[in-house]
């Protein structure tokens, strides 16, 4: 079979309208799990975090976690959402290795949170994204595939299991579809991740780390021909970055108008995002409702949230992250189009931080969305992981501004501290790439630059200081940059005065 041949984005997007939806599962940050009270602090032995109630053995009876009702009312209330005030839990029937009890404790036709929004802007336009519902479930444990070369079932000798992650409270917040993004869907997907993430983040009730799997999203993308109906969507599981998501949805859109351009039908399936390719592979076909055999959990009472308690946990709700931005834009005066750019780097929360380690709203800005952005760009991470902190870039500004380093230096240093040589203070010691401004370290390499350029120095004997600059940058070549250029300039004056 020959492979299939992609069209262009703007090919697809000429001839056909997706829809998207997406499903974000949520790891709570509570003390315990859902329904015992084993601890749930990431990493340990394997299976050393475990008991009775969340190994599902016989007899043993789960009691819900009061906090993770809580947090999931917070998330819901944020969210816009209505909170149920009669909802309970439902026994998810499917067999997976890394699932002890064979069926997982979750929500379905009752759920906590419903019919909700959140907004995002994307070039300029607010995109209103509705929330079908915000739910509570318990998390399955992890298969370890051994022996072979991906560290995926195929190809592995073996495989075990650690049940150390089963039982954590999870929140699976599903979108309604979004049609009518267009060219957008892509951007609009991991716009709505990152305010998500931001609102969770701000909220406190999750660390919301994707690099370790406590925020996960499963991407749903479909195609149709303008005026038609909605076509058979595919679902990306497990889409671990915020570049993911947006490459994910690409990904599928391509490849479905290939498959739709040749006459083929697109199968309801799971698929997987291959980081290295950007492409997705076909996973299994996917479930419905009644394949699950839903059905109410018998051994957990109904939850009925008090109004009065939903009522504080509204008014405590903090300044979600939409309203801070705003408050930030004017604290900093930025412009909307200087604002826009600082989202789309992904640099709010890292200027904010600078800023609060004792340097300009203007010098964060400088580096996030210069250097450090250019960086992020080249290896294809995102910018908070690009490896410089908040606290080194301000430590890095104060040295410039101290007169200890140059912006070229300062470079130079800002080098090291990406590459994990420590911080700029020690970076610049141990490199010795501090601002020379000794006036007697500096005056042979000045009387040697005048000397060598005679021409210029008469200029500058005539009273044509402007030519000064190109002495300075003679002395600056000489001593690798750093050299102090106000120094050097007033040394040129004062010997050719």
């Not at 998207?20 to 940050?29: K, M, N, Q, R, Y």
């Not at 419905?288 to 504080?312: G, K, Q, S």
């Not at 501090?434 to 040697?448: H, I, Q, Y």
């Not at 044509?464 to 007033?490: I, N, P, S």
Request: some cysteine; overall charge negative; glycine content about 8%.
């Amino acid at each position: 079979m020959s492979a299939i041949v992609l069209p262009s984005y703007d090919e697809v997007v000429e001839r056909y309208e997706p829809v998207i939806g997406l499903e974000t599962h949520v790891e709570l940050g509570t003390n315990t799990k859902m329904f015992c009270g084993c601890p749930t602090d990431f990493g340990g032995e394997p299976n050393t975090r475990v008991c009775p109630v969340c190994l599902g053995l016989p007899g043993s009876l789960p009691v819900a976690n009061k906090a993770a009702i809580e947090a999931t009312i917070r998330i819901g209330l944020a969210l816009n959402c209505s909170i149920a005030e009669w909802c309970r839990f439902a026994r998810k029937n499917y067999f997976y290795p890394d699932m002890p009890k064979n069926f997982q404790i979750s929500q379905y036709d009752e759920p906590l949170c419903v019919d909700g929004y959140l907004d995002v802007e994307v070039q300029g336009r607010t995109v209103r994204i509705g929330i079908e519902r915000v739910h509570m479930e318990e998390d399955t444990g992890k298969s370890l595939h051994v022996g072979g070369a991906t560290g995926r079932i195929h190809g592995a000798t073996e495989s075990l299991v650690d049940y150390n992650r089963a039982g954590i409270p999870l929140v699976e917040i599903v979108t309604k579809p979004i049609p009518g993004t267009g060219a957008l869907a892509p951007e609009i997907a991991r716009a709505y991740v990152t305010e998500l993430r931001d609102v969770l983040r701000s909220l406190g009730v999750s660390d919301v780390r994707m690099e370790e799997g406590s925020l996960r999203c499963d991407v749903n993308t479909s195609l149709n021909r303008p005026g038609d109906e909605w076509g058979t969507r595919t679902e990306t599981k497990n889409v671990n970055s915020l570049r993911s998501v947006e490459r994910a949805v690409r990904s599928e859109m391509l490849r479905q108008a290939a498959l739709l351009d040749a006459g083929t039908k697109i199968l309801q399936e799971t698929r997987h995002f291959q980081e290295d390719t950007g492409d997705t592979r076909p996973g299994r076909s996917k479930e419905t409702a009644t394949d699950y055999r839903y059905f109410p959990e018998p051994d957990l009472v109904p939850i009925a949230p008090d109004r009065a308690w939903v009522a504080e946990l509204k008014a405590a709700l903090p300044e979600l992250p939409r309203v801070h931005r705003q408050r930030l834009q004017e604290q900093w005066g930025l412009s909307d189009l200087d604002m826009q750019s600082v989202l789309n780097a992904g640099a709010v929360e890292l200027i904010e931080q600078t800023v609060a380690a004792g340097t300009t709203p203007a010098s964060a800005r400088k580096w996030w969305l210069g250097e450090l952005s250019r960086r992020a760009n080249e290896s294809g991470v995102d910018l908070a992981a690009v490896g410089a902190s908040p606290a080194q870039v301000a430590e890095l500004q104060r040295l410039v501004d101290e007169g200890k380093l140059n912006d070229k230096l300062a470079r130079t240093v800002l080098e090291g501290v990406v590459a994990g040589e420590g911080d700029p203070a020690e970076i610049m010691a141990a490199r010795g790439l501090g601002v020379v401004s000794d006036t007697g370290a500096l005056t042979a390499a000045v009387d040697e630059a005048i000397a060598a350029n005679p021409d210029i120095a008469a200029k500058i004997r005539e009273g044509k200081v402007a030519a000064a600059g190109a002495l300075v940058g003679a002395v600056m070549k000489t001593t690798r940059g750093q050299a102090d250029a106000k120094t050097v300039r007033e040394l040129i004056l004062e010997r050719l005065s």
